[in-house]
């Protein structure tokens, strides 16, 4: 069994930065992959990045892209999101998934099997 657990979240003015961290625990931790997502209020859940946990590869949101990075370390079992010249569009609260096999598309909530809590971002001046 996996756990997740979200952390780094704030209140930041628009242009600042803040990075997240998602940290894993369990027996077995070796996902294919993790992701972040983010929900606003009165919007659905949407895909933000995600990352092949053993070739590094990264993916963005359109949205996101150029401003985020997705990043991990292995060897503390935890995700990142780097998270620079933020909006309030993109204030949220942020979750991360982990995934635990290859699948069709990293952006579909159903290849992710488990998820952090969330952590509560906005960005305001």
């Known amino acids: 069994q996996v756990q997740l657990v979200e952390s780094g979240g704030g209140l930041v003015q628009p242009g600042g930065s803040l990075r997240l961290a998602c940290a894993a625990s369990?027996?077995?931790?070796?996902?294919?992959?993790m992701g972040w997502f983010r929900q606003a209020p009165g919007k659905e859940r949407e895909v933000v990045a995600g990352i092949r946990w053993s070739a590094v590869t990264t993916y963005y949101a359109e949205s996101v892209q150029g401003r985020f990075t997705i990043s991990r370390d292995s060897a503390k079992n935890t995700v990142y999101l780097q998270m620079d010249s933020l909006k309030p569009d993109d204030t949220a609260v942020y979750y991360c998934?982990?995934?635990?096999?290859?699948?069709?598309?990293?952006?579909?909530?159903?290849?992710?099997?488990?998820w952090g809590q969330g952590t509560q971002v906005t960005v305001s001046s």
């Open positions: 998934a982990h995934r635990p096999a290859v699948g069709t598309d990293w952006r579909r909530e159903k290849e992710y099997d488990t």
């Open positions: 369990g027996r077995t931790f070796s996902p294919w992959g």
